[in-house]
């Protein structure tokens, strides 16, 4: 396995996907890395993705990527990049005991979301009991109890966005009070807000806020917000701008500081959406594909009798 490709894209999910797919409508050779990690797994049914107004999983929805960079050819391996290095022709992608020479390298590698501790929180989130974007799904949740949980200096700020879809609203801080004034403004929203020090738990149906005083109290979606990691490690000490989480900072054809290395998706920092993410992997296939060298196409007997 391994050998030498035009673009090698690290990252499977939808920008990762959509790269390839215009890449080998390029007819640039492409080798695409997935660990099988892409956030959109998560997505129990996502109703605000161009194209499907009944809703799509974003298990679906990649197989259907998937199937069409496939169909154009793009070459998809199951695989964690555990190196990324600069030559000087371009980059060498390593992968366990493979690697791969390329004159650019695009990074879709995402973010990982820091979940509620226990092992409940998967099955919370194919229930739609636990919700992670409120951009996406707050529509669906509408006129529920929803609750927001995480550190209670982040906690205003989403509460904000949600008042407007649900009458019954609630602060869950994980690691203490909420400052004087965002308390204020919150009691002005009519906002309930716990006492920090709780747990939160899941029932199999809903989530429940298990009070410091042994009261509990149920709710019909919970958001968590307690940060997400950048997966960024590849460049890590390359010297790259990137926000205080990690998210590469890129310029307007999603270029980093290193000319030739590309990066898209959750990665970058801006609006985390799919839709999003496959405009910017567009954006950065197009612009790969024009800096590569041409190559132009001859009909086949005048490629026979060429030498």
């Known amino acids: 396995m391994g050998g030498k490709v035009d673009v ?3 990252g499977g999910g939808p920008a990762g996907l959509t790269a390839a797919t215009y890449l080998r409508r390029f007819l640039r050779s492409v080798v695409v890395l997935d660990a099988g990690d892409s956030r959109a797994r998560y997505i129990p049914e996502s109703h605000n993705c161009p194209g499907f107004p009944q809703g799509v999983a974003g298990t679906e929805l990649l197989q259907r990527m998937h199937e069409q960079a496939q169909g154009v050819g793009a070459n998809i391996i199951e695989a964690h990049a555990d190196g990324l290095q600069r030559t000087e022709h371009g980059y060498t992608v390593l992968a366990g005991n493979d690697s791969w020479q390329a004159a650019k390298v695009i990074l879709a590698t995402g973010l990982a979301d820091r979940l509620p501790r226990g092992d409940w929180a998967e099955e919370a989130i194919a229930s739609g009991a636990l919700r992670l974007c409120a ?17 209670a200096g982040s906690l205003a700020g989403h509460a904000r966005f949600l008042r407007g879809y649900a009458r019954h609203l609630a602060l869950l801080p994980e690691d203490g009070e909420l400052d004087p004034e965002s308390a204020a403004e919150m009691r002005e929203l009519d906002v309930e807000i716990f006492d920090p020090g709780g747990r939160l738990a899941y029932d199999g149906t809903r989530c429940i806020w298990h009070a410091p005083d042994g009261t509990a109290t149920a709710f019909d979606t919970v958001y968590p917000y307690l940060g997400y990691e950048g997966r960024n490690a590849l460049v890590a ?5 990137a926000r205080e989480e990690g998210e590469l900072q890129v310029d307007s054809h999603q270029q980093t ?7 898209i998706g959750d990665v970058v920092s801006g609006l985390n959406q799919i839709a999003v993410a496959v405009g910017q992997a567009a954006v ?6 024009n800096a590569l060298p041409l190559r132009m196409r001859r009909d086949e007997h005048l490629r026979r009798g060429s030498g």
């Open 8 to 10: 090698a894209i690290i």
């Open 135 to 151: 951009v996406c799904d707050a529509y669906e949740a509408r006129d529920t109890r929803i609750a927001v949980y995480g550190p």
């Open 237 to 241: 000490d390359w010297g790259l701008q």
């Open 257 to 263: 500081s290193r000319p030739g290395l590309y990066a």
């Open 284 to 289: 950065a296939a197009t612009h790969a594909h």
